[in-house]
């Protein structure tokens, strides 16, 4: 079983985590360690296989600034459903979770610093000329924790040149995505990250030998 170190104590489930937070105010980043499964995978579902809506396959790698492939990082994801609505689980009520809804997951980069998620395209807010967008997340075992920019789509209409200068700032690299056909009704993305891009008072860090380039 994969156990993360967490300060000095192993994540298991419910927030046992002692990563600050950088890269400035985060209202919510507690909440990557809300549910934080025991066992964690470089392939995770966020919406359930039934969940109404046209299937999305999110993909990337993550490298360390060298240009490197970082393991055993934990990317956390959270969005709406198709409808643009987080939905809610009372039990988690209090929490930072609950504002996160019930679509949401984690996953660990394998080997190669890769992992993949499957989940549904998400639905702008309504009534609202924000575009739909997955809410991203990292969490460096024994480090920190800290956002980076969301996912947005560039096919959305409401992604309009100045939604995106107010809404990217490279944290993390961009996560502007051009969504691709995969599997006739499904959709694929890719969103590679960047430890410590655009993230400021990221602590500095060193890739352990053996890392495999890009």
């Known amino acids: 079983m994969l156990v993360l170190l967490v300060g000095c104590r192993a994540a298991t489930g419910a927030r046992s985590g002692s990563e600050p937070v950088v890269g400035g105010p985060c209202e919510g980043c507690e909440a990557v360690f809300e549910g934080l499964p025991d066992v964690l995978l470089a392939q995770a579902r966020i919406a359930p296989a039934d969940e109404p ?4 396959r999110i993909e990337g790698t993550v490298f360390h600034r060298d240009g490197s492939a970082a393991t055993g990082i934990v990317v956390y994801a959270y969005h709406t459903n198709a409808r643009g609505i987080y939905p809610r689980d009372e039990r988690m009520r209090g929490q930072a979770a609950y504002l996160h809804g019930t679509l949401r997951g984690w996953t660990r980069t394998d080997g190669q610093g890769r992992y993949r998620f499957d989940t549904v395209r998400p639905g702008g807010y309504a009534d609202s000329d924000t575009p739909a967008h997955v809410h991203m997340h990292v969490l460096e075992p024994g480090r920190c924790t800290y956002y980076v920019d969301d996912i947005l789509f560039r096919d959305d209409p409401r992604l309009t040149p100045e939604r995106i ?12 995505v051009t969504p691709q056909r995969h599997e006739g009704s499904g959709w694929l993305v890719k969103r590679d990250i ?3 891009e655009g993230i400021p008072d990221y602590p500095a860090q060193v890739p352990p030998e053996g890392s495999a380039g890009r």
């Open 53 to 56: 809506g046209d299937a999305l």
């Open 165 to 176: 200068r107010e809404d990217t700032h490279g944290r993390g690299g961009s996560g502007v």
């Open 194 to 196: 960047i430890l410590g």
